[in-house]
């Protein structure tokens, strides 16, 4: 009687117990798939950058209005980079822009070159495109940077509960 | 009983009470314990937790509560409650890749969460409260989440016209027009611009029996190693597709169709005299490649060239590729084509150009005899004439593989409801679909892949065609099958529709007839409707002086140097370029544009000297735009603007481009009244005498 009782407590605790089991799943997943848009790494087209929302709204624009002059081929070809004097930095250059703040950034696409002491070659475009949408061309610029863009450190905790 | 028996008995009956008192606190114990540690509850404290690393704690705490989390929306039918576990999606400072998910907050779009719910977009289970089955299909629950790559198939739930925001979506969408993917499958299609499949009721006047023989067997004939032929970014594929055909059937198909002669053949002689003249120069092929190059027929049609071992087609993919078109064609059909396409059959989209004997001689030579292959049909068989009961089953082929679905045929209805309706496909659960033997994840985005990519892999019987995709373009197509949904049963969302507007632009009278004889709206846009090769003439009257669209007709020219892309050659009479020219003088206008240009607006050589200055010292303009030899060339060239533009339009133009030409380039900047007096004034001194007038551009016009 009292094994049989046992066995009868031991297989209610253990249909009990393993409800409480979750299961993980092991596949990785492919990242394309959790990406809105890629952008191959323009000094090694192997490498791809998965980007997200914004950075694939910026991407758009980026080559719509920037890529003639911000990157040496074109959707049409040649670009009028190596045209202008002087040279316009490449998008995806970190080693310059990676120290450039993002307010710093989008002072020169709103207002022109002119407006921070370079070049009145570069067109301002605070009256063409929104401050949505050159947040996003920097997003965008961010996410190619090679060497890879690092924000800048957060400020630690002011104040903390515990 | 004896007492000390009974003493046993009932400590035997008290220890089976204390232990089944244990079990049954333990059992009651469960179900607090399995709520305790559900892993939703999990994710809050460890979002508590987390909320306290960071310096905003307070604002990333002001509305947790123990509780799920939902949001409600009843007029959608929302109820998700994602956000019991991502609680942080609405918090602007967790956006950056470093906070851990599930707690990073969602990138900036145009809708926000809270007024749409997460499940209208992203799919999956609004109302599981379990990671499984929120996200992935399960027994009960079978929609599961879309991966990000394919999410903007759901902003086409609503907006069925394109939006720029979503590229893959409207590439897929394309792609279901131009592949005609739509004649064969129920589905909802906007108005596109495209070149529908030839009619195939004379098709024995062009080309012979072994010929398409091979291209029902393989119609790519131009491959690199990887497969593929790349031009300008786009692949050239042939929109035929290819089907599973054994020889017996290439034999009767072909037989059929080689056999179609309904009509006679339209005038194709040439002057007997012209023929006699160039017959025997050596260099006739030559100049006629010439002509074939000046004309720019490769504007709409592609030829392939091979340099340094690398196969590349050069020119545009509106028409079909040319590479081996010598090899296809009889040379009487080459001529009564080119001299009239719509004679061949009526909705034909190549234009219906002015040749010249000479000239229609010479091209034809040229095509003739350069754009062939000696091999390409070394290794179809042998062929008798075909019999009738050839013909008969070749018919019968015709019919039974849906070719009158896409090809018209003189004596053959297209089949009603061919291949599956598509219309709600993205609404499909994985118990509607047939894997059959595929070793595929069991999806919906993973059974399209696989039956996009290969038909027969699903369904061994599949009716369907191979098609050569580029992986992008498969991913494209999925998104715009995607698109296609059952409507949520809500009656809010009927309203959230934003439907596409057909547009379509239908001139009359002579402008009308010169439209639709040089298919104008292929390439350029006339209020809304048209392609984008070329720019949008919409306000043409309001931009352009006349003389210089007359000019322009005549002889057009581009200052790009690196567009292969130019307006071809069509030997506009003198009557016709001043037909087209009164025409869009008349209507294109924009109302920005002053059409009675001021005479008081003054111009002086102070003016001029000011604009001058402006143009080359404050805002740098040859930064993008070309004046004589020097500048850039991302704008179009200056050098004869003041022979080209109208003085109104330069000055609407430099107070706000996008009013006139939306999504143009050139950026909008903040002149004042007199700088665009000065710019204007020194702009309109900038002409070129008519001899060595090359530079004036309607290809860069736009842009």
């Known amino acids: 009687m009292k094994p049989r009782r046992l066995c009868l407590l031991l297989a209610v605790l253990a249909l009990a117990l393993s409800g409480c089991g979750t299961k993980k ?8 798939l959790h990406a809105y848009d890629v952008e191959p790494d323009w000094s090694n087209p192997d490498h791809l950058f998965y980007l997200n929302y914004q950075q694939a709204q910026g991407k758009r624009i980026f080559y719509d209005k920037c890529v003639w002059c911000h990157a040496d081929s074109t959707p049409a070809g040649p670009s009028n980079r190596s045209n202008l004097n002087p040279m316009p930095a490449l998008a995806n250059d970190g080693s310059a822009l990676n120290s450039l703040s993002d307010d710093y950034l989008r002072n020169i696409i709103t207002l022109g070159g002119s407006a921070v002491s370079k070049s009145a070659m570069m067109p301002p475009y605070g009256k063409t495109l929104t401050q949505d949408e050159i947040q996003a061309v920097i997003a965008f610029m961010r996410a190619i940077a090679q060497p890879p863009y690092q924000p800048p450190a957060r400020p630690g905790p002011q104040y903390s509960t515990r | 009983m004896p007492a000390e028996e009974m003493g046993k008995a009932s400590r035997k009956l008290r220890l089976a009470f204390a232990i089944s008192s244990v079990v049954f606190v333990a059992v009651l114990a469960i179900s607090p314990l399995k709520d305790y540690f559900a892993p939703w509850r999990q994710y809050k404290r460890a979002y508590a937790r987390f909320a306290n690393t960071r310096p905003d704690t307070k604002r990333l705490l002001a509305d947790y509560h123990s509780g799920i989390d939902q949001i409600w929306i009843p007029e959608l039918k929302v109820v998700d ?90 590439r897929g969408r394309q792609l279901l027009v131009d592949l005609n993917c739509f004649r064969c499958h129920r589905m909802n299609v906007s108005e596109r611009i495209y070149v529908p499949p030839p009619d195939l009721s004379n098709i ?33 594929e042939p929109r ?19 056999t179609r002669q309904n009509e006679p053949l339209g005038s194709h002689q040439i002057d007997p005299r012209i023929v006699a003249a160039w017959q025997k120069k050596p260099d006739v092929a030559d100049q006629g490649e010439t002509r074939f190059r000046q004309m720019f027929c490769t504007t709409c049609h592609a030829v392939a060239v091979t340099r340094a071992g690398q196969t590349q087609l050069i020119g545009g993919n509106i028409g079909p590729e040319l590479t081996k078109i010598g090899s296809k064609v009889n040379e009487d059909w080459l001529i009564a084509w080119l001299r009239n396409p719509q004679s061949y059959f009526g909705y034909a989209q190549m234009p ?4 010249s004997d000479e000239d229609l001689y010479k091209v034809s030579r040229y095509i003739m005899t350069r754009l062939t292959d000696s091999d390409l049909l070394s290794d179809v068989p042998k062929m008798d004439p075909p019999t009738p009961a050839e013909i008969q089953a070749g018919k019968q082929l015709f019919v039974g593989k849906g070719c009158a679905n896409c090809h018209g045929i003189q004596g053959i209805k297209a089949p009603k409801e061919f291949g599956p309706d598509l219309s709600a496909v993205g609404s499909k659960t994985v118990s509607e679909l047939m894997f059959g033997d595929a070793k595929i994840p069991h999806t ?57 507007t057909p547009s379509k632009f239908q001139p009359a009278g002579q402008f009308g007839e010169l439209y639709d004889r040089y298919k104008c709206y292929l390439c350029h846009q006339f209020n809304g409707y048209g392609g984008t090769l070329a720019p949008d003439l919409s306000f043409e009257g309001s931009r352009a002086q006349k003389a210089w669209v007359v000019s322009f007709l005549k002889n057009p020219q581009t200052l790009r140097p690196a567009s292969t892309f130019r307006m071809p050659q069509f030997n506009f009479t003198d009557a016709e370029a001043s037909t087209i020219t009164d025409y869009l003088e008349m209507v294109m206008q924009s109302p920005q544009v002053n059409p009675n240009p001021d005479n008081s607006s003054k111009t ?100």
């Open chain 1, 25 to 32: 799943s092991t596949a990785q997943p492919d990242p394309l």
């Open chain 2, 81 to 170: 409650r994602c956000t019991t576990c991502h609680q942080g999606i609405t918090q602007p400072s967790l956006m950056d890749a470093s906070v851990p998910q599930p707690f990073r907050a969602h990138p900036s779009i145009p809708h926000h969460a809270l007024d749409w719910g997460c499940v209208v977009c992203h799919r999956g289970q609004g109302l599981a409260t379990e990671v499984r089955e929120a996200h992935e299909t399960t027994l009960g629950w079978e929609q599961p989440l879309l991966p990000t790559h394919f999410i903007q198939a759901s902003c086409g739930v609503c907006h069925q016209s394109d939006i720029p925001e979503t590229p893959q979506l409207n």
């Open chain 2, 204 to 236: 024995g006047h062009k080309a012979s029996r072994e010929w398409i023989y091979k291209w029902l067997k393989e119609p790519r004939t131009i491959l690199d190693s990887d497969g593929n032929v790349v031009t300008n970014g786009y692949a050239n």
């Open chain 2, 240 to 258: 035929m597709p290819q089907f599973r055909l054994n020889d017996a059937e290439l034999r009767d198909l072909s037989a059929f169709l080689s």
């Open chain 2, 352 to 355: 219906r150009y002015q040749w």
């Open chain 2, 444 to 500: 919906l985005v993973d059974y399209l892949r696989s039956k996009i990519e290969n038909p027969t892999s699903v369904n061994t019987t599949a009716a369907m065609p191979q098609y050569h995709l580029k992986k992008e373009d498969v991913s494209a197509l999925i998104t715009a099958l995607l698109s296609m949904t059952r409507r949520p049963d809500a009656p809010a969302f009927a309203k959230l529709v934003v439907r596409a």
């Open chain 2, 604 to 703: 002086s050589p102070e003016l001029v000297a000011l604009g001058k200055q402006l143009y080359e010292v404050k805002y740098q303009c040859q930064s993008c735009h070309t004046i004589g030899a020097t500048g850039g060339y991302v704008g179009p060239n200056l050098s004869n603007l003041g022979s080209w533009m109208r003085p109104a339009w330069i000055a609407a133009w430099l107070k706000n481009p996008q009013a006139l030409v939306p999504g143009t380039i050139e950026p909008r900047r903040e002149f004042t009244d007199q700088e665009i007096q000065a710019l204007s004034a020194f702009l309109m001194t900038l002409k070129q005498t008519p001899t060595s007038a090359k530079a004036g551009s309607a290809a860069g016009g736009s842009r």
